[in-house]
């Protein structure tokens, strides 16, 4: 069945960077189930190639090899190595830059609307100065190529495509390559309104080159930190938050930073030796917030988690202690949904949301909730 094509009419975008179809009802076997198409757009008419499933699955995935009716969003893709087959690493190079931002968009509120019950636009907001969507990418980590050269991977696949050059690849980017580059001691230093972070070659550090700047002034906005607040800085990294958190509630305040890499930790400790009123903590997050009390000591927490987002455990250790506003800082707008749920069962409602286009041509999303106690 993989590899056979149908024509289909391409329906609404769907999170994981594919819209959704149905396969002709006189398929044979497969008539009438979903597919999720990539390289298409809404209300385009399109030959789907079968890339993956099984007769009887729920779903089938698939690539819009032929586009018999376009989109009038549909661009040619900057990049040579985007399409059906290539390169995985963008999913929408074919999608004009501001139609992928509303796509991006419709996914936020569809997630929000789906698991968390809310009806909220959400408008993705272009990082300044991104007007094009390409060279942003500060970090690259390519494989070597059985013929030599460097390439990157296929769409849920193991293979490896050879790329000359990566368009989404920043001028001065980091490059590492699978295997070869050692992972040690290397250390970079970032700089951000004119403070410097130290962070290991190999550690985590937001990738786009103008996020640290949009996150960084989206996360004050919202946490409306004042003068003497004690802070929580959740999943702190090396303190990129924390620094700024700690000059607005100045020496009479504190900011506690929980991260659970040791490097990122040392690191953060050197970062952040200008506040003495900050204290660096290492450990997991779930677990430090169980060792700490809800006496109403903490007025504002802000959280940065991994992809998974912050789930029960840290959601209901951060709501025990009845801050006054809760930043999330999250890269995946389903477990940021679920986490919004999860706030509201516990009296903590989404107050604003604002959204980024940190990924440019990839269907990735940066959302920044704030949540305030009913
Ligand atoms: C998305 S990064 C955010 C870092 C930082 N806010 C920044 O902007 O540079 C998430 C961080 O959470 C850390 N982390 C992941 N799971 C953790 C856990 N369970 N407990 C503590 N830290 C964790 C990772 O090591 C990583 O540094």
Known sequence: MVGESYDVEVGRVAHGGHFVARLPEDAPEVGGTVVFVRHALPGELVTVRLTEGEVGDRFLRGDAVEVHRASVDRVAPPCSYAGPGLCGGCDFQHVELSAQRRLKEEVVREQLARLAGLDLPVEVEAV???????????????????????????????????????LIQAPGARV?????????????????????FEVAADGFWQVHLGAPEALLSAVLDAAGVRPGDRVLDLYSGVGLFTAFLAEAVGVTGHVTAVEGDRGATEHAGANLAAYPWVEPVRGSVDRVLESMTGDGAWDVVVLDPPREGARRPVVEGIVRLEPRTVVHVACDPSSFARDVALFAEHGYRLSAARAFDLFPMTQHVEVVGTFSAR
């Open 176 to 196: 590492a390559i699978e295997g070869e580059t050692a992972t040690g001691d290397e250390v970079v230093v970032e700089t951000v309104r004119d403070r410097a």
């Open 128 to 166: 300044p100065g991104d007007d094009r969507g390409l060279r942003w990418r500060t970090r690259m980590r390519f494989h070597r190529t059985s013929s030599g050269g460097l390439g990157l991977r296929e769409h849920r696949s193991r293979s490896i495509v050879e790329v000359d050059d990566c």
